[in-house]
């Protein structure tokens, strides 16, 4: 055998902790999990790394493994050509956020799969997301990409050395945005909340609620900016947005009006058609944000959608010993979203005549159906249950025992998959929002899961040493823990202590914002990286203001630390806070448009000051 010959091992990723690794384990595609062993195997072959990022549950993850990496004949080039590296984004965010950077600079957006080609020493130079198997409309498929790709790095090894030297020090200045902290002597140089009043106004979707247009992911982060900007100033206008885009929401095919619960996006600007992963960390921060204005616009129906979410979460994403698990596949038999869509006859089995009416009337199903192919934009004559507005008066009293039928049929049906894999930062969202909401919502069932969560974390999700791993899996932790698990779940132990007292959970919120600042604190410049001193070096290290699919990290500890000074009094967590805010001064200066955390924080930290001075 040549010594070039890849030596594929039948199951390299099948022992794998991650459920996504574990569908590509059957792969003919020889992967590599992500280490220093896929690196050192292409030193050694002199070939690229091509490494493939996404997640369990994305739909079009799914597509690009059903069409090329279970191809033998496309695993056969791969192989060839390239080590090939499978990454779950989930389980390494620190890896995601690098290469998604090098990925949105070379092409101008980004998203899952994320398909990267990297030198032997990591330096990426060429990327791509999804990509067809063969030509197709003008664009290469992956099969001729793969050959002209090995044949720049053979014939044209000075330019790609080039390449990778660019994107890298470009990766790196956009891994850290900041620019200059402000003076010492300033919590932020100028008053951020004009300039976002104006991005907000601006960017925002009156008819259809949420911010921008197609495809519309939650707004979680403004939506929680607009009720802290509420509660300080009062302005009717910040309510305002907050209940049109909550209406529109759990009004739209994005809600499951069944089982409770939101899908991770939708495609179109009404909130209609999703991809129908459901997410914890989506619905924990949409829990959160429907009760508080539940009880700040007065609104029952968003009280109810609360208890919807909060249902699914208990019900479905609940691990034995009270942690959470991470997401439902988009996927399931019969195509995507086949488990939550209708065939109008499957209504009229499951319901008697008047309450199959009532859907009618109500959700807007339709004996031809009413959904529509992403992709082809054709029927595809099933039923997407979503609030049209319709409806008589006396049907509103009937509309929970006629969902609790229909979740009743639909649990007979194959399910979504799984991933059951417990994410520190994930699951300290969802304690946060169940031990929030369970007060303003009086659900002391919720506020028991968040403790008993808490509990599965702090006992499960720590080492030997006492810090903090990432996640748990297979009966153990894994992976260090990043800048946003350690943040997440100290500020998920601050709300547990807001919701039941006691000096437990403030304590173990100390224990982990002491980790934040010994370990992953920018000492020169203020701020948090998201890896901590000690972690697995990398091409970039990510110190970052803004928010994305999740909180940024930085605003969550900077909100930490301004909760900790608050209930206790101590000068390093005011001062480190404060510091916080100054690293970031010139996001804040022009207004934290994509940095909605960021502001809160400065909201909070700034009213503390000013009752100091007061």
């Known amino acids: 055998m040549n010594d070039d010959t890849p030596v594929i091992r039948a199951g390299r990723l099948a022992g794998s902790p991650s459920p996504y690794l574990r569908q590509h384990a059957a792969n003919p595609v020889d992967w590599h999990p992500w280490g220093p062993g896929a690196f050192a195997e ?92 063969e030509d197709r409309g003008g664009a290469m498929g992956l099969r001729t990409l793969a050959e002209r790709i090995d044949a720049v790095w053979r014939t044209r090894r000075p330019d790609v050395e080039r390449q990778a030297d660019e994107v890298t020090a470009a990766v790196r200045r956009a891994a850290d945005p900041a620019g200059d902290p402000a003076p010492p ?74 089982g409770g619960g939101f899908h991770r996006y939708a495609v179109d600007t009404r909130w209609f058609l999703p991809h129908f992963e459901k997410m914890l960390s989506d619905n924990a921060r949409l829990l959160a944000v429907y009760a508080a204005a539940s009880v700040r616009a007065s609104r029952p129906d968003f009280a109810a959608t609360a208890r919807g979410i909060a249902g699914w979460m208990l019900r479905e994403m609940r691990a034995p010993g009270g942690g959470f698990f991470t997401a439902l596949d988009a996927d399931s038999p019969g195509g995507e979203g086949r488990f939550y869509l209708w065939d109008d006859r499957e209504l009229a089995e499951a319901l008697g005549a008047d309450d199959h009416a009532l859907v009618r009337r109500v959700f807007g199903a339709v004996p031809g159906g009413n959904a529509h192919d992403e992709a082809t934009g054709r029927p595809t004559g099933l039923n997407l249950l979503h609030r049209t507005g319709g409806g008589l008066p006396e049907d509103e009293a009937r509309i929970p025992a006629v969902m609790a039928r229909l979740l009743r049929a639909r649990g007979t049906r194959p399910r979504p998959a799984l991933d059951d894999k417990i994410l520190a930062a994930w699951n300290g969202l969802a304690i946060g929002a169940l031990a929030t909401a369970g007060r303003a919502l009086g659900e002391p069932a919720w506020i028991e899961a968040a403790a008993a969560a808490g509990e599965f974390a702090w006992t499960h999700l720590r080492d030997g040493a006492g810090r903090l791993r990432r996640s748990f899996a297979a009966g153990a932790a894994h992976h260090d823990a990043c800048l946003d698990d350690v943040a997440f779940l100290a500020a998920g132990c601050l709300d547990l202590h807001d919701a039941v007292g006691g000096e437990a959970w403030l304590d173990r919120a100390g224990d982990l914002a002491g980790d934040l600042l010994g370990r992953f604190r920018d000492r020169v410049r203020g701020g948090f990286f998201l890896t901590a001193d000690d972690a697995a070096p990398q091409v970039a290290r990510i110190r970052d203001p803004y928010d994305d699919a999740l909180p940024s990290g930085n605003a969550v500890a900077c909100l930490v630390l301004a909760r900790l000074h608050r209930l206790t009094q101590s000068e390093v967590h005011r001062v480190m806070a404060e510091e916080t805010l100054r690293a970031f001064d010139g996001v804040l200066r022009g207004g934290a448009r994509g940095a909605a955390g960021l502001l809160r924080a400065w909201l909070r930290v700034s009213a503390g000051a000013s009752a100091r001075r007061g």
């Open 42 to 133: 292409a030193r050694r072959l002199d070939r690229p790394v091509f490494l493939s990022v996404g997640y369990s549950s994305c739909h079009w993850c799914h597509v690009m493994a059903h069409e090329s990496f279970e191809d033998p004949a496309m695993a056969e080039v791969l192989n060839r050509l390239f080590v090939c590296v499978k990454v779950d984004r989930e389980e390494h965010p620190d890896v995601d956020a690098i290469y998604m950077r090098a990925t949105q600079l070379m092409t101008g957006h980004g998203g899952w799969p994320n398909s990267v080609w990297l030198t032997p020493d990591g330096r990426p130079w060429f990327a791509g997301t999804y990509l067809p198997p």
């Open 185 to 258: 002597a300033a919590v932020a140089a100028a008053d951020p909340v004009a300039a976002a009043g104006a991005w907000l106004r601006g960017d925002f979707d009156a008819h259809h609620g949420g911010f921008r247009g197609a495809p519309k992911f939650p707004p979680h982060g403004e939506l929680e900016l607009l009720l802290d900007l509420h509660a300080a100033t009062g302005a009717g206008e910040w309510l305002g947005m907050v209940v049109r885009t909550l209406d529109a929401m759990q009004a739209g095919g994005i809600h499951d009006a069944v």
